[in-house]
């Protein structure tokens, strides 16, 4: 069954440090691409970066990348150089591709609090 | 352009009363979602839609009713309103291509029931 999970309900780090956000997932599918939003406090979900099971490299859009391992079932995000501005929800999901489900499945999601 | 447009943005319900809760899109996508959001928790799939007059149940749908009449529209209805059901309620939606299709939020609805 599709699944994912975010182990780190709330993180710190220093403004200017980069920080690690977790997120392994289940899937019986092999083609499937990975989500990660941005909730801030206003409470919009923003899209950050995506990364699809057969892409090769790792996805990167600016200070944001996915350090994808799929044997591990593992998508995390990395945020370096951290800002304040980051300080927000960020929600990791899913969508399988095989199938006609369509389901885009979310994480649980993980507060992260930068710190000046 | 507008996006992804939800109202109403907040709603107080007493128990018993049912609401539909509106979401259009003006950006011709196919699929659409709804999810809810409960304090510190992440989202989850209420229904989702891959196109007008398809429905389907995501992992909550129990209390809750769809309709997808047209392409642009996917209401969600709420019958008989329950304080388990006090929320905040996105509506997405995506293109229908694979790969890197993100889904647009609208900007929730907060429902309290009491």
């Known amino acids: 069954a599709q699944k994912i999970t975010q182990t780190q309900p709330g993180m710190f780090v220093q403004e200017k440090e980069a920080v690690t956000l977790d997120c392994t997932y289940d899937t019986s599918d092999q083609s499937y691409g990975l989500f990660w939003y941005k909730q801030p406090s206003s409470g919009e979900m923003i899209f950050l970066i995506y990364?699809?099971?057969?892409?090769?490299q790792n996805a990167t859009e600016g200070r944001y990348s996915l350090n994808f391992q799929k044997a591990r079932k593992s998508a995390n995000l990395v945020i370096s150089a951290s800002q304040l501005g980051d300080s927000a929800m960020y929600f990791c999901?899913?969508?399988?591709?095989?199938?006609?489900?369509?389901?885009?499945?979310f994480g649980t999601g993980t507060l992260l609090a930068v710190q000046p | 352009n507008a996006g992804v447009t939800q109202t109403p943005k907040f709603r107080i319900l007493k128990i018993g009363q049912s609401m539909t809760l509106q979401c259009t899109q003006d950006?011709?996508?196919?699929?659409m979602y709804w999810y809810r959001q409960d304090p510190g928790m992440g989202l989850k799939l209420i229904y989702y839609?891959?196109?007008?007059?398809?429905?389907d149940k995501g992992e909550v749908p129990n209390g809750y009713n769809v309709s997808r009449s047209t392409t642009e529209d996917f209401p969600l209805r709420l019958e008989l309103a329950a304080p388990s059901q006090t929320s905040v309620y996105f509506c997405a939606s995506r293109i229908s291509d694979r790969g890197r299709t993100e889904a647009f939020f609208g900007q929730g609805t907060r429902l309290t029931v009491v």
């Open positions: 950006m011709n996508h196919n699929y």
């Open positions: 990364q699809g099971s057969y892409d090769e």
């Open positions: 999901a899913m969508r399988e591709y095989g199938g006609a489900t369509n389901k885009l499945i």
């Open positions: 839609s891959v196109g007008a007059g398809i429905t």
